[in-house]
C-alpha cells in the first residue's frame, strides 16, 4: 500500500479510547483503510522507544492522545508536557522514521483568546494556561520533527463517545428547574464526527504539511449553545446567561476561540459546515440513552 490518493492505507489511530479516537477508527475504516486503534494501555507516547516500535508498517499515523484535564494541567504542567509535548515529539519522530504521515491534533488554547476576528492559521501562539502552553509545544515539536505532519487545531469538541458539553447540559435540564451558563466565552461547537471525516479528507487530499483548522464554521456563545442543546434534548428548563468569572476555575479560558478556515478554503478541501446545523445532525447520536 502506498500514500496515494484513493488507495487503501495502513492506519494508526493514537488515542483510540477517546471521544474523537473512537470517531477517527470508525471515519477512516469507513473510507476502506485498514485501521488499528491503540488506547494508553496500548501505547505510552513518552516512551520514545515504544512509539518507534509501534509505528512500524503504517502509511498514516492519527495523534489523538493527548492530556485534555486543562484544570489540572495547571498543577500538573510537567505531566501534562510529557504527554502533549513530549509525546507529540515521540509520535513525530516515529512516523517520520517509519515513512508515515503524521497528523497530529491540537487545540484553539494556543492562542491568547482576545481576538475578535477568526484567528488565521498562522497567527501567533501566545498560550495563557499550561494546558495551552504545552499544547503549543507540541505542535513545535512536532513541525520541528517532520515537516510533513499535518497539525489540525480544534475546538468545543463534543460526541456521542465521552463526557462533554452537550451531554451535560441536556441531563442538568432533566434535573434542574433552570440553567445558569457562560455567555462570555464565543467558539465553534465542533461534532467528532466531522473531526474525523475532516481528517480522512485531509489525508485524501495529500494537503502540504503545516497547520489546518478543523472547527465548525460559524460562532456562538456556550450559553447559545447551550439552549440549542436543551431544545433538541426535549427539556422545557431555560437556560440564564452569566459570566465564566461566576465559575473562578484554575485555568483561564479563552474568551474568543473562533479560528478561521483559509487553508482548507485555499487547498480546495471544503470546511466543516455551520455549527447550528451540524448539531442538529448531530443531536440525535450525541444525546442518544440520555
Given at each position: 500500500?502506498?500514500?496515494?490518493?484513493?488507495?487503501?492505507?495502513?492506519?494508526?489511530v493514537v488515542g483510540a479510547a477517546g471521544m474523537l479516537g473512537r470517531d477517527v477508527v470508525e471515519a477512516a475504516a469507513g473510507a476502506g483503510h485498514q485501521v488499528t486503534g491503540v488506547g494508553r494501555d496500548g501505547l505510552d507516547v513518552t516512551d520514545a522507544a515504544a512509539a518507534l516500535a509501534a509505528v512500524v508498517g503504517y502509511d498514516v499515523v492519527v495523534s489523538c492522545a493527548a492530556w485534555t484535564a486543562v484544570d489540572d494541567a495547571e498543577t500538573h504542567e510537567a505531566e501534562a508536557f510529557a504527554v502533549n509535548a513530549?509525546?507529540?515529539?515521540?509520535?513525530?519522530?516515529?512516523?517520520?522514521?517509519?515513512?508515515?504521515?503524521?497528523?497530529?491534533?491540537?487545540?484553539?488554547?494556543?492562542?491568547?483568546?482576545?481576538?475578535?476576528?477568526?484567528?488565521?492559521?498562522?497567527?501567533?501562539?501566545?498560550?495563557?494556561?499550561?494546558?495551552?502552553?504545552?499544547?503549543?509545544?507540541?505542535?513545535?515539536?512536532?513541525?520541528?520533527?517532520?515537516?510533513?505532519?499535518?497539525?489540525?487545531?480544534?475546538?468545543?469538541?463534543?460526541?456521542?463517545?465521552?463526557?462533554?458539553?452537550?451531554?451535560?447540559?441536556?441531563?442538568?435540564?432533566?434535573?434542574?428547574?433552570?440553567?445558569?451558563?457562560?455567555?462570555?466565552?464565543?467558539?465553534?461547537?465542533?461534532?467528532?464526527?466531522?473531526?474525523?471525516?475532516?481528517?480522512?479528507?485531509?489525508?485524501?487530499?495529500?494537503?502540504?504539511?503545516?497547520?489546518?483548522?478543523?472547527?465548525?464554521?460559524?460562532?456562538?456563545?456556550?450559553?447559545?449553545?447551550?439552549?440549542?442543546?436543551?431544545?433538541?434534548?426535549?427539556?422545557?428548563?431555560?437556560?440564564?446567561?452569566?459570566?465564566?468569572?461566576?465559575?473562578?476555575?484554575?485555568?483561564?479560558?479563552?474568551?474568543?476561540?473562533?479560528?478561521?478556515?483559509?487553508?482548507?478554503?485555499?487547498?480546495?478541501?471544503?470546511?466543516?459546515?455551520?455549527?447550528?446545523?451540524?448539531?442538529?445532525?448531530?443531536?440525535?447520536?450525541?444525546?442518544?440513552?440520555?
Amino acid at each position: 500500500m502506498t500514500r496515494t490518493q484513493g488507495v487503501a492505507q495502513r492506519w494508526l489511530v493514537v488515542g483510540a479510547a477517546g471521544m474523537l479516537g473512537r470517531d477517527v477508527v470508525e471515519a477512516a475504516a469507513g473510507a476502506g483503510h485498514q485501521v488499528t486503534g491503540v488506547g494508553r494501555d496500548g501505547l505510552d507516547v513518552t516512551d520514545a522507544a515504544a512509539a518507534l516500535a509501534a509505528v512500524v508498517g503504517y502509511d498514516v499515523v492519527v495523534s489523538c492522545a493527548a492530556w485534555t484535564a486543562v484544570d489540572d494541567a495547571e498543577t500538573h504542567e510537567a505531566e501534562a508536557f510529557a504527554v502533549n509535548a513530549t509525546g507529540a515529539a515521540n509520535l513525530a519522530r516515529a512516523a517520520a522514521a517509519a515513512g508515515a504521515r503524521l497528523v497530529h491534533v491540537s487545540t484553539d488554547y494556543v492562542f491568547d483568546g482576545d481576538g475578535t476576528e477568526p484567528y488565521p492559521e498562522d497567527a501567533p501562539m501566545s498560550p495563557r494556561s499550561a494546558y495551552g502552553r504545552t499544547k503549543a509545544a507540541g505542535e513545535w515539536a512536532v513541525r520541528a520533527e517532520t515537516a510533513d505532519a499535518v497539525v489540525v487545531r480544534t475546538a468545543w469538541l463534543y460526541g456521542a463517545g465521552g463526557r462533554c458539553f452537550p451531554r451535560t447540559i441536556a441531563r442538568a435540564a432533566g434535573e434542574r428547574d433552570r440553567l445558569s451558563v457562560a455567555d462570555d466565552q464565543t467558539g465553534q461547537p465542533t461534532w467528532t464526527a466531522d473531526l474525523a471525516d475532516l481528517i480522512v479528507r485531509l489525508v485524501a487530499a495529500r494537503v502540504p504539511g503545516g497547520i489546518y483548522h478543523g472547527t465548525s464554521s460559524g460562532q456562538v456563545t456556550w450559553c447559545g449553545f447551550a439552549r440549542q442543546v436543551v431544545a433538541a434534548s426535549g427539556h422545557p428548563t431555560p437556560a440564564d446567561a452569566t459570566t465564566s468569572a461566576a465559575y473562578q476555575l484554575p485555568a483561564p479560558r479563552p474568551a474568543y476561540s473562533v479560528l478561521g478556515h483559509d487553508q482548507l478554503h485555499e487547498l480546495g478541501v471544503e470546511p466543516i459546515g455551520d455549527w447550528a446545523e451540524r448539531w442538529d445532525a448531530a443531536a440525535p447520536t450525541v444525546l442518544a440513552g440520555l
